[in-house]
């Protein structure tokens, strides 16, 4: 099969990203034809392209028309659904929150898949969606490139902040008055701390304790760290056998950080090291969450879209109106609106200080021209 994979950026490295070349790399190894679109290129795609897949930034460029779309970030997919006007899509939130995440409706889009249960809810509250069209595939990790540490000590030594947002305005500070507590070295790897590594997989075996989420929690529990949930957003807690189902079907995200970033919240949170039980967490992770067990699932799925989509009529007025909704929900005017009700529902959550909320106020002005804002 050819799938066209779409994502708004390949500039750094992040969760779609990570996602996309994962995707495309295990495509190509098991024999399928995997191709990449996004407008903003950079070293995520050089990685990719390192791989022999197509990558590029101009969809009339590809050199063959896809026999699927795998799309992330609803202006690509549209992009993609008016370049190959034959070809049907899968659609995928990876999020729950942000603008590039939004689902929308569209008749070629046969397939909704959420990667947690707040991906699918959001699916689900989207207008006109079929409900029989989601479903729910979570994120898995590349196991032969992630592979096991040896056996955790007893207590932890060195610890990891693994996160793109560290800095010591957001989640720093806490962290090391805790590991200070706990008399546990700290290190840091992310974008924003200066320190991004291209290959985590070979840093993750030097820690005992990683702090992180998403997917750089599930990465780092499939090495066989004890991994505390946390993020700039807040912290949750120790990721063990009985909490696994849960904050998994979270994806080890946003909403798996109910607590606070507090250093003695956080201390308890690293008082429930368990090194054997951490290694019972690292035994499901690897025998569940494998990409290339995953990868037969989106395989399933793009056959089942392909065959409905030969099978069934072709509805073209109602393709047009699904772009005419989409065009006007996401023009300049609709974009403002949206972006106003994510600032006031930003500004009443207790997560986020004064200097945050002036942070977002400045950049909303900035994109809206201020209009009469406050």
């Known amino acids: 099969m050819k799938i066209l994979i779409t994502n708004e950026h390949l500039e750094k490295r992040a969760g779609t990203q990570m996602a996309v070349r994962d995707l495309a790399l295990e495509l190509r190894r098991q024999g399928h034809v995997p191709q990449v679109y996004s407008p903003r290129l950079g070293e995520v795609a050089e990685e990719i392209a390192k791989g022999g897949i197509e990558v590029t930034s101009r969809l009339d460029t590809l050199s ?56 699918r809810q959001r699916i689900e509250s989207t207008p006109k969606i079929p ?12 196991l032969p490139r992630f592979r096991r540490r040896e056996a955790l000590p007893e207590g932890p030594r060195r ?35 200066g320190t ?26 499939a090495v066989g760290n004890a991994v505390v949930l946390c993020d700039y957003g807040g912290a949750g807690e120790l990721v063990t056998t009985a909490n696994l189902d849960r904050v ?36 499901r992770i690897r025998a569940e969450a494998g990409l290339d067990q995953m990868i037969h699932r989106w395989l399933g799925l793009y056959e089942n879209v392909i065959q409905e989509f030969q099978k069934a009529p072709r509805d073209y007025d109602q393709e047009f109106l699904a772009l005419g909704a989409y065009l006007e929900k996401w023009s300049y005017a609709g ?6 009700a ?32 406050s």
């Open 64 to 119: 063959q028309s896809p026999d699927v779309i795998h799309g992330h970030h609803h202006s690509q997919v549209v992009q993609a659904l008016l370049q190959f006007p034959g070809i049907p899509a899968v659609l995928v939130c990876h999020a729950a929150k942000p603008w590039v995440e939004e689902p929308f409706y569209h008749p070629r889009i046969l397939r909704y898949v959420a990667v947690d249960e707040a991906c």
């Open 131 to 142: 409900r029989e069209r989601i479903e729910v595939i979570w994120n898995a990790v590349d």
């Open 159 to 193: 610890a990891l902040v693994f996160s793109n947002y560290a800095t010591s305005a957001t989640q720093l500070p806490p962290l090391r008055k805790a590991c200070r507590r706990a008399g546990v070295k700290l290190d840091v790897v992310g974008l924003m701390a």
């Open 196 to 221: 991004a590594v291209a290959a985590p997989e070979h840093v993750l075996p030097s820690y005992d304790l990683v702090f992180a989420k998403g997917r750089c929690a599930l990465e780092a529990l």
């Open 248 to 283: 998994r079907s979270m994806t080890f995200g946003g909403d798996a950080l109910a607590g606070p970033l507090d250093a003695s919240y956080i201390t308890a949170q690293i008082e429930h090291y368990n090194a054997r039980d951490a290694a019972a967490v690292c035994d």
């Open 335 to 340: 974009r403002v609106e949206w972006e106003r």
């Open 342 to 373: 994510q600032f006031k529902t930003l500004s009443g959550t207790p997560l986020i200080g004064g200097a945050m909320v002036a942070l977002a106020r400045r950049l909303l002005r900035k994109l809206t021209g201020n209009y009469g804002l």
